[in-house]
Antibody, heavy 117, light 112 residues
Framework: EVQLVESGGGLMQPGGSLRLSCAAS????????MIWVRRAPGRGLEWVSV???????DYADSVRGRFTISRDNSKNTLYLQMNSLRAEDTAVYYC???????????WGQGTLVTVSS | DIVLTQTPLSSPVTLGQPASISCRSS???????????LSWLQQRPGQPPRLLIY???SRFSGVPDRFSGSGAGTDFTLKISRVEAEDVGVYYC?????????FGQGTKLEIQ
């Protein structure tokens, strides 16, 4: 079964750090475009970051310089290192993969990140 | 950045009746490879997003044929021919033609 499973969410104080993981099974994270998307309470989906060919990366302006996307091919896992967390980073974070060009067809269940003092 | 504007933001629909959601882009979503990378996703309550339609009008595997997508350039539409109870949720258009990827604000489909 093809599956993406996120972990690493939790409660963190402002200014703190968290690392989210997205473990894949039945799917090779290194092959394809992989993204992180978040949904803050009461709001819509927001794209956060992408990693693609040659481990090229890009970020939303709201997280650039604070978040880092990466993948470990040996563990078939995608990561999102989140530093200098702010209250507005509170959201459910989803990883997603594109098994074919032009759309993200594989989604994890999400992990909740709460940033609060 | 490409801005996607969805209308309506809320859509009360009677079971068995059609529903339509519009997504307008601030610029053309045509890619240099001649594809248009506009997708529609459904997010049911408590669930992750689910891909329904990709490249404007291609229905993803397992998606019921009551869902259809159309459009070109900057104007796109998702149609549900006959709404069923399981269709309740929030629908998003998403463009992956250009970075940063962007989503529409979401349209909440409710049964009235």
């Amino acid at each position: 079964e093809v599956q993406l499973v996120e972990s690493g969410g939790g409660l963190m104080q402002p200014g703190g750090s968290l690392r989210l993981s997205c473990a894949a099974s039945g799917f090779i994270v290194s092959c394809c475009y992989m993204i992180w998307v978040r949904r803050a309470p009461g709001r819509g989906l927001e794209w956060v970051s992408v990693i693609y060919s040659g481990d090229t990366t890009d970020y939303a302006d709201s997280v650039r310089g604070r978040f880092t996307i990466s993948r470990d091919n040996s563990k078939n896992t995608l990561y999102l290192q989140m530093n200098s967390l702010r209250a507005e980073d509170t959201a459910v974070y989803y990883c997603a993969g594109s098994s074919f060009v032009g759309a993200f067809d594989l989604w994890g269940q999400g992990t909740l990140v709460t940033v609060s003092s | 950045d490409i801005v996607l504007t969805q209308t309506p933001l809320s859509s009360p629909v009677t079971l068995g009746q059609p529903a339509s959601i519009s997504c307008r882009s601030s610029q053309s979503l045509g890619h240099t490879d001649e594809n248009t990378y506009l997708s529609w996703l459904q997010q049911r309550p408590g669930q992750p997003p689910r891909l329904l339609i990709y490249k404007v009008s291609s229905r993803f595997s397992g998606v019921p044929d009551r869902f259809s997508g159309s459009g070109a350039g900057t104007d796109f539409t998702l149609k549900i021919s006959r709404v069923e109870a399981e269709d309740v949720g929030v629908y998003y258009c998403m463009q992956v033609t250009q970075f940063p990827y962007t989503f529409g604000q979401g349209t909440k489909l409710e049964i009235q």
